[in-house]
């Protein structure tokens, strides 16, 4: 089954009360994805070094699940500089391989 790309450049955020994990998923003209993995604090400053993260691979959308209550200050910093879809774990599936959350909604 082939996915349909949506978004060329996305990120999912996968939300621990210590920590994320930001998985950026680039796809290029000819179809071919590419991945970048990287762990922040939860501290505002590891949360605005994801941020310049994001920006610095010119990612403006991201997904994240809405699990518990520690989605709120992630989504707090990005709100400013992304497009953030807050999901229902329900509806996001991680791609098999992948630690960080890419969505695929069904």
Partial sequence: ?????VYQICCGIDVHK??????IATTNGKG???YKRHRFSTYTK???ELSQWLC???????????????????FN????TCNITLAHPKYVKA???????VPVFP
């Fill in 77 to 80: 910093v990005l709100e400013n």
């Fill in 1 to 5: 089954m082939a996915l349909k790309v």
């Fill in 56 to 74: 610095e691979n010119n990612c403006k959308d991201v997904c994240m699940e809405s699990t518990g209550k520690y989605w709120i200050p992630v």
């Fill in 18 to 23: 210590t920590f994320v994990v930001a998985c």
């Fill in 32 to 34: 071919v994805t590419t």
């Fill in 95 to 101: 791609i098999r391989g992948n630690t960080g959350t």
């Fill in 46 to 48: 590891g949360l605005r």
